[in-house]
């Protein structure tokens, strides 16, 4: 725990810090990394033949995300893919909100990590790659189920999965953590979550992995599995 | 008309049947635009409705549909299905009869609609969906009747509204349509007729006999109820005893965890093995099903049940009725005891079982009406706009309109006679676009205008999805019950996925009347085995619970108003004396709020009659403003008499927390962030086609695609307040669970008459408030500090603590 009321942790050698917020503090790096923002989804939910959600979305992701640039002041900003909902939901934002984001891209070092919903560069600056590098650690969309064995200690950070996790009745967004690899939750507003007891993440995650919940702080506890069967 | 044709008349006096008045009234106004009949169980109600239309298909010259029947339930559709299918067979009539529901085969469906039978029996849902079609026009063309089975039923919920709507398309369709409606006995016949009818066409209201006045007692048991709580184990011996003495007897609970929490213990006492089932909304349909039989075959003795009864399928030779806890709301006690003996004109037995000592009170009070043939009023409010909206999808999927027409329509339905156009534009421009404040993406709005000003769907292949979500039915999130090992592990029920988030491995709960081991969660089943050894936990159901009705909460404050109580047991005439002489009871005109210290805290018990639901929202209102006060609430308790609220400072000064406009300034500000409004609106934004609803099955892959109506709603909160989805939210939440209107009714019969009593220590009245289950705690920062420590204790236990910091 600390100031922020986020989770403190190292992660091959880096000593990171998971936001209440649900978005991660690299402070050695001044670094933020945000995962699956989303942006479009009503657009796309529409265009596609869905209701007509409540269009307000985008703005509120942009606040929050504001809020935390406020706060931390980052030199880098990771969005860790699926940072909108698809290629033409970007496309077809209104201008004053293509504004408001490409404000935030120049402001400072801005990198686009590829998501499988926005595999393509898009129009608001800063830089688009596939994954990147820094340190011991590597920023990619999709976990990688077999992590290659490295001279050095590397540690993965991805998004995609929207981890969610369940204590007390309570769901809420949260971070998968073990020795290799940190998974985020979903910044977006209108994202939902897959629990941390699915198949797919506690196959993904290590025996001893945590979770680490969002809220109005961050609270760590043993990851919660698929029960056994037997 | 005013004869049946001769075959007809042959066959039903050979079988020793004349026509009752009633139903031969129902022949007279055979061409009446509208009728309502109002008669008993057992008076040969369907048959009234449907005889016109056997006289007139008798003559074999009507081409395609002539009648539809419309019920509830899907298994009273099979049933009148084989009822009709004897005349009609027996005489070779050219009658043809084909029912059509969620389960009929979807090639039969096409058929169906392509070439409708001469009666097709249905449920709301499948005639709205049946008219969502381009080609309605040609299946119901030729349509001249419809009758509705048990409208009072449907008349009190969404489904009902739904109906009425799509019989305003029928009427458009079919001009010369006659409504028929089939009712049991109703306070308010007039309001149902009003509901049937084609606005304003008149609808004649025809009372067949209501037959002899039922014979209901009190249950005489050797032990008195107990304090509090709703089990009424106590009365188990006795029940016992009636069920031997009778052939069969239904036993009634007000919720499904009590029906379950009894039959256990009725079985445990079943020492000669007698035949007993249970039946409730939660158990599996095949478990339902086979009960079903069981009783229709005389082979039950006794059923415990909860409303999953109450419809009007035939249930054989049941001569008792039993309701355990006190019925909430007289009608619905009529009901029920009109299943206890089918024999028209024969008095229906009923005994009537307090669950504790204040519902002695209660149960008199229900007494008292049934005599007097007293029953509550529904409350009635405007048609629900989120059905209306989900109305004007379907009719955009059967093809273009024209707004003015189907405002026109609409507004003949009796609930909706009263909608304004700015209304109905509102939930138009809803479909259409959302209807935000923030106009954004209309180039793919959901209904679009034509040249011609007509509307119609911008993507035709949204009319699968409209489909896909039609209905009004709420589902709560219920996850199946199974047991595990078994082949395909047998289905044994549902139960709350918030219920089963709180089991761990090794809880024990009860349900399908027997103690069952959580193993784990799979695929969305919870898996079970069986295991005695333990105490059940109880499943807890979402089966509303009931607030006592205003009539019979009137009736209770009367009884409490008199100088003594010989007709009350002596138990309970002597703890309502001792009440008065410590203390007060109160009486109808005033508000009594009793002060008492108790286990160094500060207690007040709000005695306002307004009902669970109200009291339950009266304890958060005056806790928040107790809150505002400096008097430090620490919890609260609310039944359907009382609110009790502990703290650390007495009330000394009651009348400004009773200020109605605080109290509903409170209630505004209260409410928003409340999770009784995300349930509310969760409801309204999936009928209005905001949100999908959940597929069976739906839930398993790409969880992470859908989100929680929890957000839309906060977004909505945060960005467009004032939007109809909340203003409908609203309107929902202080009808049903909020019940503000009672708190409003409650400060109006006491006219700002508070008398506060200081007292020493408990009353005799307030005591049993202390035992009541469901206490709320105040919290706030509470959730976090109670996620915090478990977490914490979890992170120490696992021994990860230290290892990833």
């Known amino acids: 725990m600390n100031a922020h009321g986020g989770y403190g942790f190292s992660l091959a050698g880096a000593t990171l810090t998971a936001l209440p917020q649900g978005a991660l503090w690299w402070q050695d790096q001044a670094l933020l990394c945000v995962s699956d923002l989303h942006l479009g989804k009503s657009e796309r939910h529409l265009r596609r033949g869905g209701a007509p959600l409540p269009p307000y979305e985008v703005e509120e992701t942009l606040v929050r995300l504001e809020a935390l640039l406020d706060s931390f002041a980052p030199q880098t900003v990771i969005c860790l893919g699926d940072s909108f909902d698809d290629d033409l939901a970007a496309t077809h934002l209104p201008p004053e909100l293509k504004q408001r ?35 011991t650690l590597v920023f990619r969309h999709i976990a990688q189920s077999q992590l290659q064995a490295q001279n050095e200690p590397q540690g993965e950070i991805s998004g995609h999965y929207h981890p969610k996790a369940v204590l007390r009745g309570v769901s809420r967004p949260a971070f998968l953590l073990d020795q290799h690899r940190l998974i985020l939750p979903a910044f977006g507003t209108y994202t939902g979550g897959l629990r941390s007891s699915d198949p797919v993440l506690s196959d993904l995650m290590q025996p001893k992995a945590i979770a680490i919940l969002t809220g109005s702080q961050a609270l760590a506890m043993p990851m919660p599995r698929q029960s056994r069967r037997g | 008309m005013t004869q049946i044709p001769a075959p007809l008349s042959t066959w039903f006096s050979s079988r020793g049947w004349a026509l009752h008045p009633h139903q031969q009234e129902m022949l007279t106004r055979a061409r009446d635009p509208a009728t309502l009949l109002i008669a008993p169980t057992g008076a040969g109600k369907t048959m009234a409705g449907f005889l016109p239309t056997l006289a007139d298909l008798a003559e074999g010259t009507h081409q395609g549909l002539h009648t539809l029947y419309i019920s509830p339930l899907k298994a009273l559709a099979a049933d009148i299905k084989r009822n009709l299918r004897a005349p009609v067979e027996e005489l070779d009539l050219p009658i043809r009869i084909e029912d059509r529901t969620g389960d009929t085969p979807q090639s039969k469906r096409r058929r169906q609609r392509a070439d409708p039978p001469h009666i097709l029996l249905t449920t709301p849902e499948s005639l709205a969906l049946l008219t969502s079609y381009p080609d309605a026009a040609r299946t119901f063309k030729g349509l001249k009747r419809v009758v509705i089975d048990e409208i009072h039923a449907l008349a009190e919920s969404k489904r009902g509204d739904q109906l009425m709507l799509a019989l305003t398309r029928l009427q458009a369709l079919c001009p010369d349509l006659c409504r028929v409606g089939l009712s049991a006995t109703v306070e308010d016949p007039q309001r149902i007729a009003q509901y049937l009818a084609c606005h304003p066409d008149p609808c004649a209201i025809v009372q067949a006999d209501p037959g002899p006045a039922p014979d209901i007692t009190m249950l005489q048991t050797t032990e008195a109820p107990p304090w509090a709580g709703g089990g009424a184990a106590y009365a188990i011996p006795a029940v016992l005893e009636q069920i031997k003495a009778h052939k069969t007897t239904l036993v009634f609970h007000n919720t499904r965890a009590q029906a379950e929490i009894f039959f256990h213990n009725l079985w445990l006492a079943n020492d000669e093995a007698l035949p007993i089932g249970i039946h409730h909304g939660s158990l599996d349909r095949v478990q339902r099903e086979r009960v079903e039989t069981a009783m229709q075959r005389g082979e039950l003795r006794a059923i415990v049940c909860t409303g999953s009864l109450d419809l009007g399928i035939d249930w054989g030779d049941v001569d008792l009725v039993i309701q355990i806890g006190a019925p909430k709301n007289v009608k619905r006690l009529v009901q029920r005891i009109g299943r206890a003996n089918h024999r028209y004109n024969a008095p229906s037995k009923a005994l009537l079982v307090p669950a504790n000592r204040f519902e002695v009170v209660e149960c008199q009070a229900a007494l008292e009406a049934v005599l007097a043939g007293d029953l509550d009023a529904s409350p009635s409010g405007p048609g629900p706009r989120d059905v209306l909206c989900q109305h004007i999808l379907i009719r955009a999927c059967a093809g273009p309109f024209e707004a003015a027409d189907l405002f026109a329509e609409v507004t003949t339905a009796g609930a909706y006679a009263n909608l304004t156009r700015a209304q109905f534009d509102a939930c138009l421009e809803f479909c259409a676009t959302g209807g935000y404040a923030l106009k954004r993406y209309d180039q793919w709005q959901r209904l679009q205008q034509r040249s011609d000003g007509s509307w119609q769907l911008r993507d035709p292949r949204a009319t699968q999805r409209i489909r896909m979500n039609l209905g009004t039915i709420q589902d709560a999130d219920l996850l199946k019950v199974r047991l595990k090992h078994s082949r395909g592990g047998k289905p044994l029920g549902e139960v709350e996925e918030a219920f089963a988030a709180t089991l761990t491995a090794g809880d024990t709960f009860l349900i399908g009347g027997r103690v069952v081991r959580y193993e784990g969660l799979r695929e969305m089943t919870v898996q079970v085995s069986r295991n005695a050894s333990k105490k059940p936990k109880i499943a807890v159901f979402s089966g509303t619970k009931f607030a006592t009705s205003t009539e019979l909460s009137a009736r209770v404050l009367q009884i409490l108003a008199k100088g003594n109580w010989p007709d009350l047991p002596g138990h309970t005439s002597d703890w309502l004396a001792l009440q008065r002489q410590v203390s007060d009871l109160s009486r109808p005109d005033e508000l009594l709020i009793e002060s008492f210290p108790h286990e160094a805290r ?38 359907d008499y009382a609110t009790l609220i502990w703290g650390l400072q007495p009330i000394t000064d009651p009348e400004p927390l009773f200020d109605l406009q605080a109290l509903r300034d409170g209630l505004e500000g209260w409410l928003a962030g409340n999770a009784v ?48 989805l909340m203003d409908i939210t609203r309107e929902e939440a202080l009808r049903g669970l909020v019940d503000f209107s009672r708190i409003e009714e409650m400060v109006e019969r006491t006219r700002g008459q508070i008398t506060l009593r200081p007292l020493s220590r408990v009353s005799p009245l307030a005591a049993p408030m202390l035992l009541e289950r469901g206490r709320v705690p105040i919290k706030g920062a509470a959730e976090e500090k109670l996620l915090q420590r478990e977490t914490e204790a979890l992170m120490a236990q696992s021994g990860l603590k230290g290892l990833a910091q």
């Not at chain 1, 402001?107 to 600056?125: K, L, S």
């Not at chain 2, 009902?611 to 009266?618: I, K, V």
């Open chain 2, 602 to 639: 500060e207690h007040s018990c709000i005695y306002g009659f307004a009902g669970r639901n109200a009291q339950q929202t009266l304890g958060l209102l005056l806790t928040k403003r107790m809150e505002e006060l400096g008097l430090d609430p620490l919890g609260f308790v609310a039944t």
């Open chain 1, 101 to 135: 984001i490409l404000d935030l891209t120049q402001a400072r070092r801005w990198i686009w990590i590829e998501g499988n919903h926005d595999p393509a560069p898009t129009e608001f600056g800063g830089e688009h790659l596939p994954e990147f590098h820094l340190g």
């Open chain 2, 677 to 724: 409004m995300k349930r509310a609106f969760r409801g309204a934004a999936t009928i209005a086609g905001l949100i999908d609803r959940n597929q069976p099955g739906g839930r398993k892959n790409g969880r992470q695609a859908t989100f929680s109506s929890d957000i839309l709603y906060d977004t909505l909160r945060k960005y467009d307040p004032d939007h109809l």
